[in-house]
């Protein structure tokens, strides 16, 4: 070949390839179609579906490997999240249940347990996972990006975010996924909080704390995890919040304290000099007390440094005073003879959570504060995205605002499924792809149900938050799993599938709203006649003849994830959180179901399917579906004779309301005419 050919060949292969390039790269900008702002959990799990879906996005993380909260956070190093790997059942969605650290994907072998097999795993080994799941699926990461701010422009093409990076570098996208988590210490401005320590610096050697007190203020898990890992050394540790703890057995709320770090509640219940106190810290002052002549008559020497707490409204001359210059009179304990923090401390260390990092949004692009959680996360609607921000969505712990201290969208086993929710929507809005669905026949629905409340772990984890969608259609149904329940109004625009007139039915998780002792006798429910009693999670059915409006969300009653429904169905709680027995979840399910599509359900042998198809007008579902469609009868001259037929193409998602109409088809095939009995001539 000639070399001048060469030449040109590669001279085209070359720009071919350039033009490509310059496809995502104008004016020294990197476009891309969806940007996703951090390569934590959430991050990688959005990386996951568009990469799925082979749709053109890019992972910006800022440091040089995914999950970096995790090497320094929790600062003990022992996480919370459990890792069950022993539940006796091969069904891998049902593990889910209990397995709160795996992401989702199309590998099954892809899972935490391959890192670590402890029930409470170390810190380190979630970091190792993450690293695991990115490289076994190929993700788009690009580390070393640390964007620094955040704008939103508008074009004739649409909004786009604007992305800048440390070097200036500028990134630009029609979507942002936003799933930096929550990373910024939660701090409380009042006087004398610089003489506090933070929970992200305190030393983690407890040997640094020996025979000194200490107070923590905040209540939650690291608050309790920070007291937990120094209760043998220090001489005492006492807890101040303005509420008081709240127990995650007690609330099902997985963010409250885990029992895996309450062992303070023991040494303070029983007397071993710890303690809890309810204060609100906005009026707490820290002060170290100066030196004066009447210190020297106190019975208690205290060590100089020591920390003393009292109250603003006990500081004198205040503007003259600052928080190391105070005598006694300014203290408390001078006013109150029996106040509970009236010793001093040798340490006061904060331990109040995290926030969501504003600082890198200007005002076109930033999402307003949400009221929940005291405006640490920012507002986002019943779908996840900014208010006032189209465009921009938030996954992860970030999002948590729709779900606070209700369910687990904070946590990796709850937000895996809403970050799945995020894309089904983007697939419709973007690409025109519907939610995904499952045509099923309505005689199939009992089971489609009750293998969904066996092993389902998406409406499980996010109990109240994700439910099941069943569109009615008479004869059959499509089944939407795992929608966002609060979007219901907004259901049809959202997952691309209309509402027919025959309803839907929506299936939520749902724990009982009566506040009762969980330890105590009595705390269960057993009748299935008193269902709607049940205490510990269980399935809610829900039936609509249209869909819910905006303003009956709104009204909904105090503690429903639903408005009040035509009707609503309640399985009573098992032991067990499978739901199958025959007579106390089966048959009162059937009953509800029947109701609510108005038709027979149960299921029959092809003898009863013959009696009944010559004894009634309206065979049951399940025959006309069945039996009458697989096997006929046809007359002859000389005798009877089966004569097997095949379903028309059409007839699979027949209308119930045209089977009346169909039902003589049958009865000429037989050569009798519609009457209220069947006559044969033999």
Request: proline fraction near 5%.
């Amino acid at each position: 070949m000639d070399s001048c050919l060469l030449c040109l060949i590669f001279s085209l292969v070359t720009g071919v390839a350039k033009c490509i390039e310059d496809d995502h790269r104008v004016n020294g900008t990197h476009h891309h179609d969806y940007c996703i702002l951090g390569a934590g959990p959430a991050g990688l799990q959005m990386g996951y579906f568009l990469s799925k879906a082979k749709r053109d996005h890019i992972i910006l993380e800022r440091n040089s490997g995914p999950g970096s909260f995790f090497h320094k956070y929790p600062r003990h190093r022992k996480l919370i999240s459990i890792n069950k790997i022993h539940t006796g059942r091969q069904n891998r969605e049902f593990n889910l249940r209990h397995d709160w650290n795996s992401l989702l994907s199309d590998k099954p072998e892809l899972l935490f347990r391959q890192v670590s097999r402890d029930f409470y795993p170390p810190a380190d080994a979630f970091p190792r996972y993450l690293s695991m799941y990115e490289m076994e699926l190929g993700l788009r990461v690009q580390y070393g990006v640390d964007i620094r701010r955040i704008r939103a422009v508008v074009a004739s093409s649409g909004r786009r975010y604007v992305l800048t990076d440390q070097h200036a570098k500028e990134y630009t996208c029609s979507v942002l996924l936003v799933a930096t988590g929550l990373w910024v210490p939660q701090e409380v401005d009042f006087v004398g909080s610089d003489l506090v320590e933070g929970y992200e610096s305190i030393s983690t050697n407890s040997e640094d704390y020996k025979n000194q007190a200490v107070l923590i203020l905040g209540k939650g898990n690291s608050a309790f995890e920070t007291a937990q890992s120094i209760l043998g050394h220090a001489s005492r540790v006492h807890m101040v919040s303005r509420s008081p703890v709240r127990l995650a057995w007690q609330t099902h709320y997985v963010g409250d304290l885990r029992a895996v770090n309450n062992e303070l509640i023991d040494t303070y219940q029983l007397k071993s000099l710890d303690g809890l106190v309810e204060a609100s810290l906005e009026r707490i002052v820290i002060v170290q007390q100066k030196e004066d002549g009447r210190r020297k008559s106190n019975k208690v020497s205290e060590k100089k440094g020591q920390l003393f707490v009292t109250i603003n409204k006990y500081m004198r001359n205040q503007s003259e005073n600052n928080k190391s210059d105070v005598t006694a009179e300014d203290l408390l304990g001078y006013h109150i003879d029996n106040f509970s923090m009236r010793k001093p401390y040798d340490r006061v260390i904060r331990c109040l959570g995290f926030r969501f990092n504003f600082s890198i949004f200007d005002s076109s692009a930033c999402p307003p504060k949400s009221k929940n959680a005291k405006g640490r996360l920012p507002r986002v609607t019943a779908w996840y995205e900014g208010h006032d921000t189209p465009g921009l969505f938030v996954l992860g712990a970030a999002a948590h605002s729709r779900d606070y201290r209700k369910s687990a969208g904070g946590f990796v086993h709850g937000f895996r499924y809403t970050v799945r929710a995020v894309h089904h929507l983007l697939e419709q809005r973007h690409h025109r792809t519907p939610w995904p669905s499952t045509p099923l026949s309505t005689t199939q629905l009992l089971s489609a149900i009750l293998k969904r409340v066996g092993e389902a772990s998406g409406p499980y984890q996010m109990f109240e938050i994700l439910g099941d969608v069943i569109l009615l259609r008479g004869s059959y149904c499509q089944y939407v799993e795992e929608f966002p329940l609060q979007a219901l109004p907004q259901f049809s625009s959202l997952s691309g599938h209309e509402v027919s007139e025959h309803g839907l039915v929506i299936l939520v998780m749902q724990y009982g709203k009566k506040k009762i002792d969980y330890l105590g006798a009595g705390r269960a429910v057993t009748d299935w006649s008193k269902a709607w009693k049940s205490n510990f999670l269980h399935p809610v059915l829900y039936y609509y003849d249209t869909l819910p409006t905006d303003e009956e969300m709104k009204r909904r009653p105090h503690g429903w994830p639903l408005p009040r429904p035509k009707a609503i169905h309640h399985m009573v709680e098992d032991f067990l959180t499978e739901w199958d027995g025959p007579i106390s979840h089966i048959q009162p399910l059937r009953r509800f179901l029947e109701h609510c599509v108005n038709t027979d359900l149960r299921a029959f042998y092809a003898e009863s399917c013959f009696r009944l198809s010559l004894t009634h007008r309206m065979p049951p579902l399940f025959c006309r579906q069945g039996y009458l469609k697989q096997q006929g009868i046809a007359q002859k001259n000389k005798g009877i004779h089966f004569h097997f037929t095949q379903p028309a193409s059409g007839e699979q998602h027949a209308d119930t309301s045209s089977a009346s109409a169909a039902f003589p088809n049958y009865i000429a095939q037989a050569g009798a005419s519609m009457s209220s009995g069947l006559k044969l001539d033999l």
